[in-house]
């Protein structure tokens, strides 16, 4: 395994280990989608598993690279063929998971991404728990959370008004994730994603590597 898949330092880097899934959620606005461009910008190992959406595509978006933006029947063939790990209605539009891209990267021992709601994230768990590693993002304060939304300038009011009485349920499942971190300053946020994925990798239980390393190490 090369030391770029592994994404940790040193010797660390050349111990095989399983790969990871490391799932973000937040409400809309509090910075999720801003905190995982950076990650994939910065970490060269993980690679976002891109949903498919029947929400109509924002101006600053790229279809195939952001979302694949899909027709409803389409959609429902996807859920119905048992395409998609999760899938969920969000804010009145249908998001889920690829099953393909995800089953790939695991079995290559590779991170990934995934940008989804409590709903998908409660489905991944049930479905592979141990590979999982979760985090909850919190905005600072309400108001904050509106003025991300409104400065983002990418819904209408009506959408806006959607969103944020939506987050109050959303923001309730905050306990069902294993770190939960307040996004109030980004880089500060970004680096303590940062920390608990570097953690995280060096998990014993995904370091399946190890035990030949030590056997070697014993002679
Ligand atoms: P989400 O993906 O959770 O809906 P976004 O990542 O799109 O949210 O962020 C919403 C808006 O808030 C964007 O305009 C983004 O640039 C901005 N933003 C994100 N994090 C912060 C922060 N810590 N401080 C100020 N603005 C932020
Ligand atoms: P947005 O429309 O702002 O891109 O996303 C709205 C919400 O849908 C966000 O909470 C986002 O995380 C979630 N979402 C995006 N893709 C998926 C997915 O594949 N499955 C689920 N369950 N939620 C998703």
């Known amino acids: 395994m090369s030391s770029e898949?592994?994404?940790?330092?040193?010797v660390n880097a050349n111990i095989a280990r399983r790969g990871l899934m490391l799932v973000l959620s937040s409400p809309s606005g509090a910075g999720k989608s801003t905190i995982a461009r950076n990650l994939l910008s910065d970490d060269p190992a993980l690679s976002l598993s891109v949903s498919?959406?029947?929400?109509?595509?924002r101006g600053s978006e790229i279809d195939g690279k952001d979302y694949h933006f899909i027709e409803e029947r389409a959609f429902l063939r996807l859920r119905d063929d048992g395409e998609l790990l999760e899938w969920a209605n969000v804010h009145g539009n249908l998001y889920g998971t690829p099953r393909e891209p995800v089953s790939k990267a695991m079995q290559a021992g590779r991170d990934?991404?995934?940008d989804i709601d409590y709903q998908g994230a409660l489905?991944?768990?049930e479905a592979a728990r141990?590979?999982?590693c979760s985090i909850f993002i919190?905005?600072?304060s309400m108001q904050e959370l509106r003025a991300r939304l409104v400065r983002r300038a990418e819904d209408t009011e009506d959408v806006i008004e959607k969103r944020l009485e939506n987050s109050r349920v959303e923001m309730q499942h905050w306990y069902e994730y294993d770190y939960v971190i307040v996004n109030?300053?980004?880089n500060a946020a970004f680096a303590e994603v940062k920390a608990v994925l570097k953690a995280e990798r060096l998990r014993r239980d995904r370091r399946v590597g190890m035990h030949d390393f030590v056997s070697d190490l014993l002679g």
């Open 130 to 132: 141990s590979d999982i």
């Open 5 to 10: 898949a592994n994404a940790v330092d040193g």
């Open 138 to 140: 919190l905005p600072p």
């Open 112 to 114: 990934m991404l995934f």
């Open 123 to 125: 489905q991944m768990f």
């Open 52 to 57: 498919v959406t029947t929400r109509a595509r």
């Open 184 to 186: 109030d300053d980004l």
